[in-house]
């Protein structure tokens, strides 16, 4: 569509558009732009300038340089699930959007790879080679529309992840374009253990603070021979919590060990998939073990075990697939499950040390108590990532402040039992401050030069991950002295 139906007069719209084929590919009133002011974290609300839709990494780059030359905010992003505000243009940022990118490029069964672009949906790559009896193991429970690009960005998890491991375990390359409108590819042989810095780790997670992600080659796992999943209610979060433990410490590793509380069952009992959880219990646990099936049982006995050591109510093995799944597609619905008891949610996301379990959910619900709120808890208790969901009602006044301040106070539980305040969803601008919980001013300011290097003008998704450290500009102009000072005592 010719760029001259473009109606606006700002030039940068006018530009922005003819460089992705003219009024079809980009969005500039406000009435469009309102579905993209948020992304999953839904408290902070801000309007971008454009959103535009790029359909490779050649316009993805024109964009980029476009911005960069012009100092024009930008920022990606995917599906927009995301549940930190990584996505929110807080800046009126021109977002550039990658749905359009959504191919899956090649599969190569033989080395085990596969290469997608960054807005292709997570959940589709395994339904398209599980028929060749392959799939891809990290699982976020929004796998079914989030894309593997926003995946990258966010580090996700996952259900699978306590054996399988987070995104960055799956990511063998990546071609990024850099804040400049350079694109660079990283990897690209699919080749791990390379010599030189772990770019692929340092990009993966950044939280689409470094660059732009617009190819992706992924590992991908042959489907185990056998897998079992376990049910167990516990009369008390104590048990089901020392339950955990016990399992992680006889050795065994299952796929996934997920828990919830008396809240979060109700929730998901009063949602989509409800599965008959009594509704007196305190506590569940869904195990899913896979691998040979040779040793399987054994596993799973000893689970049952384990169960019933902590004084279990009832433990089930599900009888088959289908049961299973539908154990499955009550836990994944956990977090929108929430709105069928409460009007609004905030989701927060720590980690604690799996021994620590019974007494920080002990500590999160004096948090509860001190501000008035239900705090329903759904989390990959294997690896100890916690979720606990703050309820509230954003009609009451003062209501949303205090969810947020409810919900930093989790966060200050998990890292004060040496955790951190972060698994798998990231920092956006949601835990901004809550980064000072984990680390120094010297510290953030460390990590923030690193971004100076990749984004020197900052126009790339800023303010999201750091805070501005108080002391920081202080600590760079000591060093500036010191290093002028030493200029001059050598000359």
Request: hydrophobic residues 40%.
């Amino acid at each position: 569509m010719a760029v001259s139906r473009i109606q606006s007069n700002d030039k940068h719209i006018q530009n922005l558009a003819a460089i992705v084929g003219g009024e079809h590919s980009i969005l500039y009133h406000k009435e469009d732009l309102i579905a993209y002011d948020c992304d999953g974290f839904t408290l902070h609300k801000h309007l971008p300038k454009a959103v535009v839709f790029p359909k490779n990494t050649e316009e993805v780059a024109k964009l980029v340089k476009y911005c960069s030359d012009n100092q024009l905010p930008f920022l990606a992003r995917g599906a927009g699930t995301g549940l930190s505000g990584g996505a929110i243009p807080i800046n009126g940022e021109v977002i550039i959007s990658l749905v359009r990118m959504k191919r899956l490029l090649s599969v190569d069964l033989e080395n085990r790879r596969a290469v997608v672009e960054p807005g292709y949906v997570n959940l589709k790559l395994t339904n398209s080679i599980s028929d060749k009896g392959y799939y891809y193991a990290p699982d976020p429970s929004s796998q079914y529309c989030c894309t593997i690009g926003g995946n990258v960005a966010e580090n996700a998890g996952g259900a699978h992840c306590l054996k399988y491991g987070v995104t960055t375990n799956h990511i063998l390359g990546l071609e990024v374009v850099l804040p400049s409108g350079e694109i660079i590819e990283i990897g690209k042989k699919g080749i791990l253990d390379t010599p030189g810095y772990d770019l692929l780790g340092l990009l993966t997670g950044s939280e689409g603070t470094l660059g732009i992600v617009t190819k992706i080659i992924v590992r991908i796992l042959k489907k185990p021979e056998a897998k079992q999943t376990i049910l167990a209610y516990f009369d008390k979060v104590s048990d089901g919590s020392q339950a955990v433990s016990d399992i992680i410490s006889a050795g065994i590793v299952p796929a996934a060990l997920e828990m919830m509380d008396k809240i979060a069952i109700e929730g998901v009992e009063a949602a989509a998939f409800p599965v008959g959880h009594p509704k007196d219990i305190e506590a569940m646990l869904l195990i899913e073990v896979d691998g040979i099936s040779a040793g399987i049982n054994d596993q799973i006995n000893q689970i049952l075990d384990l169960c019933k050591k902590r004084n279990v109510r009832e433990v089930k093995v599900a009888k088959d697939e289908q049961e299973s799944n539908r154990w499955w597609a009550n836990r994944k619905t956990g977090f929108g499950a929430m709105g069928a008891i409460s009007p609004d949610y905030l989701v927060q996301d720590g980690v604690i040390p799996r021994s620590k379990l019974p007494e920080v959910l002990d500590r999160i619900q004096k948090v509860s108590e001190e501000y008035g709120l239900r705090i329903a808890n759904i989390f990959h208790a294997g690896d100890g990532n916690l979720h606990p969901l703050v309820l509230f009602d954003a009609r009451i006044p003062g209501e949303s402040e205090k969810a947020l301040k409810a919900g930093s106070a989790c966060l200050k539980v998990c890292a004060d039992a040496g955790g951190t305040i972060t698994g798998e969803h990231g920092v956006g601008i949601e835990k901004r401050e809550e980064m000072r919980f984990v680390f120094t001013d010297e510290e953030i300011m460390a990590q923030t030069n690193i971004r100076e290097v990749f984004n020197p003008n900052n126009l790339l998704n800023a303010g999201k991950l750091f805070p501005t450290p108080a002391r920081c500009m202080e600590i760079k102009k000591e060093m500036k002295v010191s290093h002028e000072r030493k200029k001059v005592g050598t000359t």
